[in-house]
């Protein structure tokens, strides 16, 4: 996996296939794995690369780094600079979305198409168990080790999938290692504070800025995001095309990644 430096923090991807490039951004404590069933697909006509976020994967989780929104949208725009992307399609899931929609609205000369997926767009009423839970360094020392770190991440992949069978033990196994060093566990407990202290209603007004064409895919049965995120954001942007997906929880690439290709 080639690496990266972006604002002085090393940064990991994922680089693979030929053709206009897409950059695929993945979600909250997840990272270019996430990808591992589309980029097999896409790299076949598109030159694909999937970045592990700061704080998350390989990438590097620096104490007392700067993990908001506007951090990230600053290092994806980087990211481009330096491995050279001019005009890239961005797709984003979950928190990635949310920086993918940052990125089209401030950076519109370097996003040609935005492909949202299950965006966390918005500030739920109620956040997840799982970034209220990761927020509490005490807790997070505590907890995320051993047979209770396990039991979390399960919970947590049953809360993102519909169906449950598709949720392996090595997924787990892939899932649970961040927790499983000081690191690790740091850097998801900085990014979960950050989206905590956030003030989302300042950067959603940049969402009316965002030209490019913007394919919206939402599996159905999220039971992280309500439906109802969905209908606020084909409200704020114009240029929009919504494909829903049956039977498809928070995770539409990882539960139906030929659809999500297609």
Same mark, same amino acid.
């Given at each position: ?11 990991? &991807? ?16 997840? @990272? @270019? &794995? ?7 697909? =896409?790299? $076949?006509?598109?030159?694909? &690369? ?12 620096? /104490?007392?780094?700067?993990? @908001? ?7 994806? $725009? ?6 050279? !992307? ?11 979305? *949310? ?22 767009? &918005? *500030?739920?009423?109620? +956040?997840?168990?799982?970034? %209220?839970?990761?927020?509490?360094? =005490?807790? @997070?020392?505590? #907890?995320?080790?051993?047979? =209770?770190? *396990? ?15 598709? !949720? ?8 649970? /290692? ?32 965002? !030209?490019?064409? #913007? ?16 209908? *606020? =954001? ?10 829903? !997906? ?6 539409? +690439?990882? /539960? %139906? ?6």
């Amino acid at each position: 996996m080639p690496e990266v430096i972006l604002n002085g923090i090393k940064a990991y &991807y994922e680089e693979s296939g030929e053709g206009e490039p897409i950059c695929l951004l993945h979600g909250f404590s997840a @990272s @270019s &794995y996430a990808w591992r069933k589309v980029v097999p697909i =896409l790299s $076949k006509d598109f030159h694909v &690369y999937a970045l592990d976020l700061k704080g998350f994967g390989k990438s590097d989780k620096t /104490e007392n780094g700067d993990y @908001s929104i506007w951090a990230f949208v600053d290092w994806v $725009k980087e990211f481009f600079e330096k491995v050279g !992307i001019e005009h890239a399609s961005l797709v984003g899931h979950s928190l990635g979305g *949310r920086i993918g929609l940052l990125v089209a609205a401030s950076c519109p000369e370097k996003v040609k198409n935005l492909i949202l997926i299950n965006p966390a767009a &918005y *500030r739920p009423q109620k +956040q997840p168990f799982f970034i %209220k839970f990761s927020r509490n360094r =005490l807790i @997070s020392k505590l #907890v995320m080790r051993g047979v =209770l770190a *396990r039991h979390y991440v399960k919970k947590a992949l049953k809360k993102a999938y519909f169906n449950h069978s598709l !949720i392996t033990e090595e997924e787990v196994d892939r899932y649970l /290692e961040p927790l499983c060093s000081p690191a690790g566990r740091r850097g998801i407990t900085s990014v979960a504070r950050a989206i905590h202290n956030e003030n989302t209603n300042n950067t959603i007004l940049y969402y009316k800025d965002v !030209i490019c064409p #913007v394919l919206l895919i939402w599996g159905e049965n999220d039971e992280i995001f309500p439906i109802g995120m969905l209908n *606020r =954001l084909k409200n704020e942007i114009n240029n929009i095309e919504v494909n829903l !997906i049956p039977e498809c929880g928070h995770v539409p +690439q990882e /539960e %139906k990644p030929e659809i999500v290709c297609k």
